[in-house]
C-alpha cells in the first residue's frame, strides 16, 4: 500500500470513530450498497445495506448523547489495489456512569473497497465479551463460565490465527492460480503452491487437515502427522480407517459424513489417539465448497484440551468430597451421642467390676467394638463442611511406628520404618493422621493377603513456590508407604480417593476419601502410583515446622474420686441419656452434678449458683442445641457474669473450628463425644488445675 492510500484510509477510519462517536447521521452515507456486518450484540450476519442503516440509527437512538472512544490500536492492511481492512482496538465510555463496558476492551473490523473513485465500507464487525452481552443467563454449574474462560480465549486466539491463516492462503491461492494460467499448469506452480499451503498449515499452533470429499487426506500439518505417529507424507491419500482404531475412526468418518450432508460446520470433544496415549481435543470441522456450492471436502482443526479435561474432573470430586460432608456432619454427630452413652456406661461398668469378674472380658469386647465404630463416625466427620483438624506438635516417628505396630500386629506382613532422628516434627491433628496412616496401612496389608513388605520411609522436603503439587512455599516432610501387593489398575487409579468406592465386598469406600480429605485439611498433598502386580506407593507431603521434637512418652492419667471430692458440675445437653451419663461419670469421680437441656437454663441455674454463695467449679455444654440456645451463646453470656467461669465445651461434631480454637470463644477446654470416664476425669483436672 501506497503512502497516499493508508493516509486515505487511516483518515476514513479516524472520521469513521467521529461520526460514530458524535451521533453523526452521515455515517450511513460511507456503506457500499454491497454491504454484509455484524454487531456485537446480534448473532446473525446482516447482508442488506439497508437494514445496516437502520441498526446504526437505532444504536444512536438508544445513545443520543455523544460518546468517547478510546483509541488503543489500530492495524490496516492492504488485501489489493482495491481492498483494505482495518482492525481497531478501544474502549466505549458511554455517556452516564459505567462499570462495566468502559473496563472491557472492543474489537471493530472495517473493509474497505474503493468503488469507482472513492472507498467505501463493504464489511464491519464489532465484537465484545459475550457475557456482556447475554448478561443473566443462568449454567447448570457454579464458576463454569471461569472454567472455560480461559479455553474460550484460547479458542478465540486459535481463530483468528486460523482465520488469518486462511486469508493468506486464500491469497496465495489466487496468486499462485493465476500463475498456473499463465504458464499453463506448469509442475513449478503446483510445487510452490503446495509448499505455500504446507508452511502456512505447518505453523499453525493446532492440529489441522484437509480432506477430500471422499474422507481421503489432501494435507495435513506436522502437530497432526506427530499426534497419528506417522509422517505427514505418508498420511497423503490415507483415510482415519488406515491411521486410527476402528472405534474411533468410525466416529471420526461419522462426523465427517454428517458435516459433508448438512453443509454446516460441527464443534465437539473428542478423543484422539496419540504416541503419548489418548488425548481430548476440542475439533472444529468445516465444509469445503467448490465453484458450484457443492461440498469438496472438509478442513479440521483441533486444540488439545486435556489439561482442561483434569483443573474439571478434580472440581468434580471437590464438589463430591463436599456434598458428602453435609450428610456426614449430621450423621456422625448423633452418632457420637449414641456411643457416648454406650462407651460412657461401659466405662462405669468395668469400674465397679473386678477384671476377674466373668461379665468383664465381655464390656471389654464392648468396648473395643465400641472404638471401632467411633473411628467410622471419625471418618465421617472428616467430610463434615467447616471443620479443621485440632493441630499440636507431634512426632512423625512416633505416629508411624504406633500405627504400624497396631495394624499389622498379628498380621504376616512385615513393617520396615525408615525415618531417621534428622525428620522434623509436624504441627497436626495426632488422631487424623492416625488415621491416615491406618487407613494406608490396612489397604496395603489387603493387597498382601499372602505376606509381605511394607516400608515406611520419610525425609525432610523445601517446595518451592512453583511445584506440581500447588502447595505454597516452605518446609515438608515427604512420607511414602511403599507395599509388594497386588497393584492398583489405572483406571481404578483415577477413582481410588473418591467418596464410596472400593473394590473389596465389604469395604466401605471412606477409608481413602477420608484419607484425601485430611491430609488437604492439614495443607498437604497425597499422590498414589502403582504397576499392577508389583505393589503400590503412597506418597504424602505435609508442612513441618522445620525442626525435630525430642521423642516423647504419651502419659496414662489415671484418676479416682479422691481426686475431686466436694466440687460441683453443671451439665447442659440435650439429650437426656447424656445427662444422666455424664451425672453417672461425675459422682463416680466425686462431683456434684447439676443438669440442664439448653443454654437458656444454664445461664440462670450458673447466675444462681453464684448468687447463692456456692458457685458451680465449672460448666460442661454441649456445642449445639436443635431449636435452643447452644453452648457459644450460653458461654459468652455466663463469660459476662462471672469472666473466671471455668466452661468446657463438648460436641458430637468434633471437628468443629471451635473445637479446634475453643479458647477464642470463652472455654477453658474442649472434649469430643464419645468418650469415656478416665478423658472425662482428665479435661476436669486440666480446666480446674490452674484455677
Not at 362 to 373: F, H, M, N, Q, T
Amino acid at each position: 500500500m501506497n503512502a497516499n492510500d493508508y493516509q486515505e484510509i487511516r483518515h476514513l477510519f479516524d472520521e469513521y470513530l467521529r461520526m460514530y462517536a458524535s451521533r453523526d447521521d452521515r455515517l450511513t452515507t460511507c456503506f457500499s450498497n454491497d454491504f454484509s456486518g455484524f454487531t456485537g450484540g446480534g448473532d446473525f450476519l446482516v447482508k442488506d445495506r439497508e437494514e445496516w442503516v437502520a441498526i446504526t440509527r437505532q444504536d444512536f437512538a438508544q445513545v443520543k448523547d455523544p460518546l468517547r472512544i478510546e483509541l488503543k490500536d489500530l492495524a490496516i492492511q492492504s488485501l489489493s489495489d482495491t481492498i483494505a481492512v482495518t482492525t481497531g482496538f478501544f474502549t466505549i465510555h458511554l455517556p452516564i456512569k459505567d462499570y462495566i463496558l468502559s473496563r472491557e476492551t472492543a474489537r471493530l473490523v472495517l473493509i474497505f473497497r474503493k468503488e469507482s473513485t472513492e472507498w467505501k465500507i463493504a464489511h464491519s464487525s464489532i465484537s465484545i465479551p459475550y457475557y456482556l452481552v447475554r448478561e443473566g443467563e443462568v449454567y447448570p454449574m457454579e464458576g463454569l463460565v471461569e472454567r472455560n474462560q480461559l479455553l474460550e480465549e484460547q479458542i478465540a486466539e486459535r481463530t483468528l490465527q486460523l482465520s488469518e491463516a486462511n486469508d493468506k492462503l486464500r491469497q496465495t491461492n489466487e496468486k499462485l492460480a493465476r500463475e498456473v494460467e499463465e504458464h499453463k499448469h506448469t509442475e513449478l506452480a503446483n510445487t510452490r503452491l503446495l509448499l505455500q499451503q504446507r508452511a502456512i498449515l505447518d505453523n499453525l499452533p493446532m492440529i489441522a487437515w484437509l480432506k477430500d470429499s471422499e474422507g481421503r487426506l489432501a494435507m495435513v500439518n506436522e502437530p497432526y502427522a506427530e499426534a497419528c505417529g506417522h509422517a505427514a507424507d505418508d498420511c497423503i491419500g490415507k483415510t482415519d480407517l488406515e491411521l486410527f482404531p476402528l472405534e474411533m475412526a468410525t466416529s471420526y468418518i461419522a462426523d465427517d459424513r454428517e458435516v459433508c450432508t448438512t453443509g454446516r460446520k460441527r464443534q465437539l470433544e473428542e478423543q484422539v489417539a496419540t504416541p503419548d496415549g489418548t488425548k481430548w481435543h476440542l475439533t472444529y470441522k468445516t465444509p469445503l465448497f467448490d465453484e458450484l456450492g457443492r461440498v469438496a471436502g472438509i478442513m479440521g482443526i483441533a486444540l488439545d484440551i486435556s489439561d482442561l479435561k483434569e483443573h474439571e474432573k478434580e472440581e468434580l470430586r471437590v464438589q463430591k468430597l463436599e456434598s458428602l460432608g453435609v450428610l456426614a456432619g449430621g450423621i456422625a454427630h448423633d452418632f457420637n451421642n449414641i456411643l457416648t452413652g454406650i462407651m460412657g456406661n461401659i466405662s462405669l461398668a468395668k469400674i465397679s467390676l473386678d477384671d476377674t469378674h466373668t461379665s468383664y472380658k465381655a464390656l471389654v469386647g464392648a468396648e473395643k467394638a465400641s472404638v471401632r465404630a467411633t473411628e467410622l463416625a471419625r471418618q465421617l466427620l472428616t467430610f463434615a463442611r467447616g471443620g479443621e483438624p485440632v493441630k499440636k506438635v507431634v512426632s512423625l516417628q512416633h505416629l508411624a511406628n504406633e500405627s504400624l505396630s497396631l495394624v499389622l500386629h498379628g498380621s504376616n506382613v512385615r513393617g520396615v520404618v525408615d525415618i531417621p532422628d534428622s525428620i522434623h516434627a509436624i504441627e497436626a491433628d495426632e488422631g487424623q493422621i492416625s488415621q491416615v496412616f491406618h487407613n494406608i496401612i490396612i489397604n496395603a496389608t489387603q493387597a498382601m493377603p499372602g505376606g509381605g513388605l511394607l516400608t515406611v520411609s520419610a525425609r525432610n522436603e523445601t517446595l518451592a513456590g512453583r511445584n506440581t503439587m500447588a502447595l505454597p512455599p516452605g518446609p515438608y516432610i515427604c512420607l511414602t508407604f511403599t507395599d509388594e501387593g497386588c497393584g492398583i489398575s489405572d483406571t481404578d487409579l483415577e477413582k481410588i480417593f473418591d467418596p464410596y468406592f472400593t473394590t473389596k465386598v465389604s469395604g466401605n469406600g471412606l477409608g481413602l476419601a477420608s484419607t484425601h480429605s485430611i491430609i488437604s485439611r492439614h495443607g498437604g498433598y497425597i499422590s498414589v502410583s502403582s504397576l499392577v502386580d508389583k505393589g503400590a506407593t503412597f506418597t504424602i507431603h505435609l508442612p513441618s515446622i522445620g525442626e525435630t521434637l525430642p521423642k516423647c512418652q504419651t502419659e496414662f492419667v489415671t484418676q479416682t474420686s479422691k481426686d475431686h471430692r466436694g466440687g460441683s458440675i453443671l451439665v447442659m445437653d440435650d439429650e437426656e441419656m447424656i445427662r444422666e451419663l455424664a451425672t453417672g461419670m461425675l459422682e463416680e469421680i466425686g462431683y456434684h452434678v447439676t443438669t440442664c437441656g439448653a443454654g437458656s437454663e444454664a445461664i440462670r441455674y450458673y447466675e444462681a449458683a453464684k448468687e447463692s454463695g456456692s458457685p458451680f467449679s465449672a460448666v460442661i455444654m454441649d456445642l449445639t442445641i436443635p431449636g435452643g440456645m447452644g453452648g457459644r451463646e450460653a458461654a459468652e453470656k455466663i463469660l459476662d457474669i462471672d469472666p473466671a467461669a471455668r466452661l468446657i465445651v463438648s460436641s458430637g461434631y468434633s471437628n468443629d473450628p471451635i473445637m479446634s480454637d475453643y479458647r477464642t470463644y470463652g472455654f477453658t477446654g474442649a472434649i469430643a463425644k464419645p468418650y469415656r470416664i478416665n478423658e472425662l476425669a482428665e479435661i476436669l483436672r486440666s480446666a480446674l488445675s490452674d484455677h
